[in-house]
């Protein structure tokens, strides 16, 4: 079975520019989670989704950062502008009850 | 205070040892709790649920207190395999993790 799909799996980036982070979580769970995890702060959580309409954003950094669900097999998170801070891992998950299923995650540098 | 804290280690154990992490939390309105498994630049993985009367999986014991808002996790007859980040994660409503505990286990 697929797990959860994100791409890219690496980006490097230049300041200013825009980044879209694509993942396709597995087929039937109705939940989608965005994470970010940085050696200082560990593991955060940015938004979710539940059934795709967003239901908590509250860890969304900053505006540069949007997110969409536009159905149930795919999910973007958008940095525009990038910043150096932003770099980090992004990690996709999904659940269909209370285990999330994270993805292999997309390694950002921002230079 | 952070949410969900845990000793960062490294803890460095033999084979075969007995090796304990603990974690506390400071939501007492968290109803759920899990530990997950984080291998060098992969992925975390759910190792297991920790139930209030603690629970057991193989080699992998899970223990909660909520009177202290604690949860433990007990590895036995460590393996090279276990070498990993274990996370603590609370759920007051959504996932809360902690910054894991790095687990070396040397021959």
């Known amino acids: 079975d697929a797990g959860v799909i994100q791409s890219p799996r690496h980006e490097v980036t230049e300041m200013g520019q825009e980044v879209t982070l694509r993942c396709k979580p597995i087929s039937g769970h109705n939940s989608l989670f965005w994470y970010r995890q940085t050696m200082m702060r560990g593991l955060e959580l940015l938004i979710y989704f539940n059934n795709n309409v967003p239901i908590d954003d509250s860890g969304m950094p900053e505006d540069r950062f949007s997110a969409k669900m536009p159905n149930a097999s795919f999910s973007t998170l958008k940095i525009q502008p990038s910043e150096p801070r932003d770099s980090a891992v992004y990690f996709c998950?999904?659940?269909?009850?209370?285990?999330?299923?994270f993805g292999p995650g997309t390694r950002l540098l921002v230079l | 205070r952070k949410e969900v804290e845990q000793d960062p280690g490294p803890f460095n154990v033999p084979e075969g040892a007995t090796v304990a992490f603990n974690c506390t939390y400071s939501?007492?309105?968290?109803?759920?709790f899990f530990w997950y498994r984080q291998d060098c630049r992969k992925e975390p993985k759910l190792l297991m649920s920790?139930?209030?009367s603690g629970n057991e999986d193989g080699r992998f014991t899970a223990q909660l207190n909520r009177a202290s808002q604690y949860i433990s996790l007990l590895i036995r007859d460590s393996k090279l395999s276990d070498s990993a980040t274990y996370l603590c994660?609370?759920?007051?409503?959504?996932?809360?993790f902690g910054t894991g505990t790095r687990l070396q286990v040397f021959p």
């Open positions: 939501n007492s309105a968290s109803q759920s």
């Open positions: 998950a999904s659940s269909g009850g209370e285990t999330q299923y």
């Open positions: 994660v609370v759920n007051p409503h959504k996932l809360i």
């Open positions: 920790v139930y209030s």
